[in-house]
């Protein structure tokens, strides 16, 4: 599944062929996503300037003089840039092309993703608005997760995984935060001093700033046909790495699963 730092590498790859240009044509091949693709997205949109690609939380957002186009990748969505010299397949659901005669293209084999339209201000779309703070901006600080933590008796890993509390911690980022901030990812939330916290919000910032850089080297070129645009393989500390020796202390690396997900820890190093 895509994480944050997929979508804002696929954000960052796309934003260049795609700024200041006007959509000359939208091509929907499938309207069954998520949610259905607007029938009148290609009216709404066609032959207006892309002022802006923009990301927040897991969603795109291309925006638009009269309105934004939300685009979210689901469970196995990707975008591309490509021309019409690549024939469309199977699994690409809509075309977005733009004056300088590049495609913006989305494939998603399990149609799990949404291409939305918000006409008013985006930030208050049903989808957006009750959204938490970015990991990676100002207001997500080790005070502000204290504060809400208070009180809490969910897991500190469901907890930090709760869009509602911060956004874009998805199960591998928060297994490794909590590796790399010590903390068993048992332990209750509204039971970790400030100090610890302050430890974890650290942790997120570097573990997805660490993954956003990876990205950037690994995926150059939007521009292919083949391939996956969007996923990497990433340096995991203990993510997937089951029996392994910690990084640290050399005791092999255990799982088990939390709200049917599966986490990662090292039960010498994190308490
Ligand atoms: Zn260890």
């Known amino acids: 599944m895509p994480e944050l730092p997929e979508v804002e590498t696929s954000r960052r790859g796309i934003e260049p062929h795609l700024l200041n240009q006007k959509i000359i044509n939208i091509t929907i ?56 010299k690549i024939p469309a397949e199977k699994h690409d659901h809509i075309d977005i092309q733009v004056s300088n005669n590049k495609i913006l293209r989305l494939r998603d084999p399990r149609k799990f993703g949404c291409v939305l339209w918000a006409k008013d201000t985006v930030s208050e779309h049903r989808l957006i608005k009750l959204l938490g703070p970015e990991p990676l901006g100002d207001t997500f ?12 008796t969910c897991s500190i890993k469901a907890f930090i995984m709760n869009s509602h509390i911060v956004v874009g911690v998805g199960n591998i980022y928060a297994s490794e935060a909590l590796f790399r901030a010590g903390i068993n990812p048992k332990r209750k939330a509204g039971n970790i001093s400030l100090t ?46 089951k029996d392994e020796s910690c990084t640290r202390c050399k005791q092999p690396i255990k799982q088990f699963t939390q709200q049917a997900r599966s986490t990662f820890y090292c039960s010498k190093c994190q308490k």
């Open 29 to 84: 091949r499938q309207h069954k996503l998520r949610w259905p693709i607007p029938n009148n997205l290609p009216q709404l949109a066609t032959g207006k300037t892309i002022r802006a690609v923009s990301r927040r939380a897991k969603y795109i957002f291309i925006e638009l003089d009269n309105g934004t186009i939300i685009i979210h990748l689901g469970m196995s969505g990707s975008l591309r840039i490509c021309t019409h």
């Open 141 to 152: 600080t080790a005070q502000y997760l204290y504060d809400n933590a208070k009180k809490r």
């Open 196 to 241: 610890r916290i302050y430890k974890l919000v650290d942790a997120i910032k570097k573990t997805l700033t660490a993954a956003i850089n990876e990205g950037g080297t690994t995926l150059r070129d939007f521009t292919g046909a083949e391939g996956n645009p969007g996923y990497f393989s990433q340096k995991l500390l203990v993510y997937g790495r």
